[in-house]
């Protein structure tokens, strides 16, 4: 069974940091393009971030250029989202998911396996 688990989320003020986590179980995800997608209250679920199976390619939405950071270490078969310079704007159930190929993928409704959010707030 193949399971996500994200973890990391929390309250924090705007300027400050988080650093998510997504750890994958049931299969090797290694081979895979992986991704982070948020879904504020009332909006539809965006994409994020994506990086490619070994890491040597990563692709940023706009809106968190420059401020987050997507890495993953496949011997721990993890992702991971370096979030700086929060704002109040970032506030989201964050996911991560697992595309079904290699490289970088950002339509949401490719993704395969889904965990199930972790909660980012961040205050004014």
């Known amino acids: 069974q193949v399971q996500l688990v994200e973890s990391g989320g929390g309250l924090v003020q705007a300027g400050g940091s988080l650093r998510l986590s997504c750890a994958a179980s049931?299969?090797?995800?290694?081979?895979?393009?992986m991704g982070w997608f948020r879904q504020a209250p009332g909006k539809e679920r965006e994409f994020v971030a994506a990086?490619?199976?070994?890491?040597?390619?990563?692709y940023y939405a706009d809106s968190v250029k420059g401020r987050f950071t997507i890495s993953r270490d496949n011997a721990k078969n993890t992702i991971y989202l370096q979030m700086l310079s929060l704002k109040p704007e970032d506030t989201a159930v964050y996911y991560c998911?697992?595309?079904?190929?290699?490289?970088?993928?950002?339509?949401?409704?490719?993704?395969?396996?889904w965990g199930q959010g972790t909660q980012v707030t961040v205050s004014s």
């Open positions: 998911a697992v595309a079904p190929t290699t490289g970088i993928v950002v339509v949401r409704n490719v993704y395969r396996y």
């Open positions: 049931g299969r090797t995800f290694s081979s895979y393009g």
């Open positions: 990086i490619n199976w070994n890491g040597g390619s990563t």
